[in-house]
């Protein structure tokens, strides 16, 4: 099966598209389970997330604590983080690192099945493989805010 | 064109996933546009579908009736089903058997453009490949509550 | 890495299926910073865009106006875009010109947080490649409406 596609540089192929939206279908699984542990080991051992208040968790050591200390407020809702518009950049010097940012919108249900919404966000991450399977290294959390025209 | 990419046993591939999606966005579109004999015939003759409350209709036939019988709450507003975070994952015995999970969220908009929610939903599919077309053999719907933290 | 997939006239690669999601993220990434400029450029020279209304505009001139008139609405508010269910068609006559179609929904944040929905719609784009880069030659937006059951 072949199909004329673009031709530009570092044009992201269907196989890496699959591979980071796998990833992430993974990752987001762990993370709506509650399932800090297993979500910590999706990142690498010295990952980092800056959140989008400027908190900034480094290590899984880190990670883990700062979830921990969040479980009380997803005691009664089941949370889903939803992703849109990924866009991917390799780096031709170094096949193993990939550059993604996305859209994010999270529900929140709770036991009646009303459904509530956090603002939206975008993150900006930087993936790497390592013995064939991706861990976040980084990730940057942006609260959307409104956009100035130009 | 040609990108490093993982070596995990059973990697999903962008040929496939792009078949997998399609496949759905063929299938959400006649049940959004209540198309009930359309939407059946994306099922197998034997497929099944096992709702979040526990009915489990199997067969075109029942599963028509099912919907038939539903067709009035949806008089006065256009559902669109949204999907999350697809994990295909195949069979290396059988190439033509696909494993799909997904999740799903229910917009309603009325006729002023008001838009409702629906509690948001895990699916496990088994798609199956008749003729080099997907079609739905099995359906289990699973309601989202709230996780135990672990 | 090989996996079976469907043999359908016309099934999409997953190249393609990348290339045409990347596209969108980068387009929509230009509407929700009011890049209103930036935007009109992922359009053809001649492109036009019928909105759900009935209006048209009709090259980048017009596009341009037309959004210029409209961005009082966003002063106050962060707009993204999301997009599901793709459905992409190529012409084995015309391997550079590509037809999507595609489900939005756009939520509106505003600065305290609050989430809030425009109706959805459903968008039927042709798209064409010059120089190895995807530009939006057409596009026509239909308002979601109550369906006739059939």
Same mark, same amino acid.
């Given at each position: 099966m072949s199909q004329s596609v673009g031709t530009l540089? =570092? =044009?992201?192929t269907g196989d890496l598209y699959a591979e980071v939206q796998t990833f992430y279908a993974r990752q987001m699984r762990r993370v709506d389970a509650l399932d800090i542990e297993g979500f910590a080991e999706t990142f690498t051992e010295d990952g980092s997330v800056t959140h989008a208040g400027g908190q900034r968790q480094s290590g899984r050591a880190e990670m883990l604590a700062g979830m921990r200390a969040n479980l009380p407020r997803y005691k009664d809702i089941a949370v889903r983080h939803w992703f849109g518009h990924l866009l991917i950049e390799t780096d031709p010097a170094d096949e193993d690192t990939v550059r993604v940012s996305y859209y994010t919108l999270v529900t929140q249900t709770d036991r009646e099945g009303k459904v509530s919404f956090q603002p939206t966000f975008t993150v900006d991450d930087v993936l790497v493989r390592r013995d064939g399977r991706l861990l976040t290294q980084s990730r940057v959390i942006h609260r959307d805010s409104p956009a100035a025209a130009s």
């Open positions: 540089h =570092q =044009q992201v």
